[in-house]
């Protein structure tokens, strides 16, 4: 049982450039989310799924693209990378979304020049 | 809406010293609150989290929090520090019910250093 996986652990980006973060869980959770840590603010929520298919904008969703294919993979679009988007990224994953922990993933720390 | 204010981005402590990082929330509906802890270049653990149950929370690793409502207050507590407790803290709200699913919201987080 892994858990939480994210892939890459680190990423460089030129400005203007496209990538996908990878998300993925083994633990049949409902509920995926993205966040970003910045410096001093904590984690804001990106984009989140309630289940595959089904997909929503959270605090700080410009720039970002999701979608949910399956119930254990959840990739995050970076459409056109500008340095604001420099940051730690992490996945979470709950059974319900509700009261449920969520579990996080290790994070990837991306850095855009 | 609801928001969290952690007091203090940075706390240190002796070992053996009382640990208390404070938390106040806004929330106009009845909230889910809960800490988190992330050591160094890792993602985050949940430490407890209050669901409307008992007000006095216990959580992993001797921690514990109280939920104050009158105060709108959520802080945490461990009776004596630990050098392994070092890391970055959060509390973080979310709305009891409705279709907030998991949307948390986070403190700015504080982070607890440990003296010997």
């Known amino acids: 049982n892994a858990g939480v996986t994210q892939t890459p652990k680190f990423q460089v980006l030129k400005t203007g450039q496209s990538m996908t973060l990878q998300c993925a869980q083994d633990?049949?959770?409902?509920?995926m989310s993205w966040y970003r840590q910045d410096p001093g603010m904590g984690l804001r929520l990106i984009h989140y799924s309630v289940g595959a298919g089904i997909t929503d904008q959270g605090e700080v969703p410009n720039g970002y693209n999701v979608s949910r294919s399956t119930t254990e993979d959840f990739p995050l679009r970076l459409l056109s990378a500008a340095p604001s988007q420099t940051s730690v990224y992490f996945c979470a994953s709950s059974e319900s979304g509700n009261t449920d922990t969520q579990y996080f993933g290790p994070g990837t720390r991306l850095t855009v020049l | 809406a609801q928001s969290v204010t952690q007091l203090g981005s940075h706390v240190s402590v002796s070992e053996g010293a009382l640990v208390l990082l404070r938390c106040n929330y806004s929330?106009?509906?009845?909230?889910?609150l809960f800490w988190y802890v992330q050591y160094p270049n890792q993602g985050l653990q949940l430490l407890l989290k209050?669901?409307?149950?008992?007000?006095l929370v216990k959580g992993i690793n001797g921690f514990e929090a109280e939920f104050k409502k009158s105060e709108t207050s959520f802080h945490l507590t461990k009776p004596s520090a630990h050098m392994s407790d070092a890391a970055e803290y959060f509390c973080a709200v979310k709305r009891a019910g409705g279709t907030s699913y998991g949307k948390l919201t986070f403190g700015q987080g504080t982070i607890l250093t440990v003296h010997p």
């Open positions: 633990m049949n959770h409902e509920y």
């Open positions: 929330s106009s509906v009845p909230p889910y």
């Open positions: 209050y669901t409307s149950a008992a007000t």
